[in-house]
């Protein structure tokens, strides 16, 4: 789909965790494939703001993820409830307002032709400047887990993307037209669409892939307990190639080097990677956090999944798509894990319907879906 010369694309969205972030960099890699005369601004506007705000809505919601997770599933579930808009949420509004002014001057001084959201927050601040008659910019949302919330809903909006139908349904259920929601999946970067030779990539990282290869992932910040589960590993029956990714946390990559490995094992560590798509394709089980993008980039290479810690709130109901789906085990506890693993790993009929249902669920060209929709509004924009 071609795009008209001179054309504005903006894409927002905030960097609360890291999936929002990495779905506004899939969304404009593949505005800049698809469209490469398209001019695209991929805008963190966490980064518009003040430093209080910036803590209140990303320090603080990792503070949370790391100390009191089951609060934070309590917000969730209570912010899921439908009705009008309160006082509260009308004070709420005004105090985003307040502190998002360069936000606010981004999107009404820019010329846009169109705008794309990987956060709930640029949503509602565009859709009352809708409102208001301040801006008449075609924007869209793209929900970044496997079902979705009423913090995503924000009318008017010219087309939402979900993961899944359960997702797509649920929005309906809020009063969004149906003509309205499209099913893409969650956008992730363009290159997990591409297919690599595993041998190669094996030989790339330096392993042997002679026995079931495990990926651990901590996430892009490097969070959870991480050194418990290389532990756990490390008392598997079966012998494994280890591969562990600390993300940006380096103390915590630091502390693994120092654990002696015993001889039936081999270990390997990264810090952050942006190899994540070959890591996924030579991995036979990853355990990991099921988070949105994490999950997303899981199943389009195939991979089978072990659930670990799932974040009350969005990630907890991105476990049960997953093992609804069969394509993913759940450990509940660090001290059952080498059992249940010790388990999967020695049934191959049943790990490799875990990676076949994985496959089906997988949408490794998301993003490309939802760029042509930015595209098309942008097109349509006169």
Request: proline share 5%.
């Amino acid at each position: 789909m071609g795009l008209d010369m001179n054309k504005r694309i903006l894409v927002l969205s905030a960097s609360v965790g890291a999936g929002h972030m990495r779905a506004a960099e899939a969304v404009e890699l593949a505005l800049r494939e698809l469209a490469p005369d398209v001019i695209v601004k991929n805008v963190d506007i966490l980064t518009l703001t003040n430093a209080p705000f910036r803590r209140v809505y990303g320090k603080a919601y990792l503070d949370l993820v790391n100390h009191a997770p089951h609060m934070l599933g309590l917000m969730y579930d209570l912010l899921d409830r439908p009705g009008k808009a309160t006082a509260g949420d009308k004070l709420l509004y005004l105090v985003q307002k307040l502190n998002l002014k360069n936000l606010i001057e981004l999107v009404c001084d820019g010329c846009w032709d169109s705008i794309v959201n990987t956060h709930f927050l640029p949503a509602e601040i565009i859709t009352h400047l809708r409102k208001k008659g301040k801006i008449h910019t075609p924007h869209m949302t793209v929900t970044t887990d496997f079902e979705t919330h009423k913090l995503w809903v924000h009318q008017p909006t010219e087309r939402y993307t979900t993961a899944t139908s359960e997702g797509a349904a649920y929005l309906e259920s809020y009063g969004i037209s149906k003509s309205l929601i499209t099913v893409t999946g969650i956008p992730i970067h363009p290159v997990f669409s591409q297919a690599k030779d595993r041998g190669e990539l094996l030989k790339k990282h330096g392993l042997k892939g002679d026995r079931p290869i495990v990926l651990q992932l901590a996430g892009g910040f490097g969070v959870g307990p991480i050194e418990k589960l290389f532990r756990g590993l490390l008392s598997i029956d079966t012998p494994l190639e280890i591969v562990v990714v600390c993300g940006k946390n380096e103390a915590v990559k630091n502390k693994l080097a120092k654990i002696a490995v015993p001889a039936k094992y081999r270990a390997k560590l990264f810090g952050f990677t942006k190899e994540m798509d070959e890591l996924l394709t030579i991995a036979d089980l990853v355990l990991t956090k099921p988070g949105g993008l994490t999950t997303s980039e899981v199943l389009a290479k195939g991979a089978a999944m072990a659930i670990v810690n799932p974040i009350p709130g969005q990630e907890s109901r991105n476990s049960d798509f997953l093992l609804e789906n069969g394509a993913a085990i759940k450990i509940n506890n660090v001290a059952t894990m080498p059992m249940k693993l010790t388990s999967l790993l020695s049934d191959h009929k049943k790990l490799d319907a875990i990676k076949s249902n994985a496959r089906k669920l997988g949408k490794p060209r998301a993003a490309y879906d939802v760029a042509e929709f930015a595209i098309s509004l942008a097109n349509e924009r006169k």
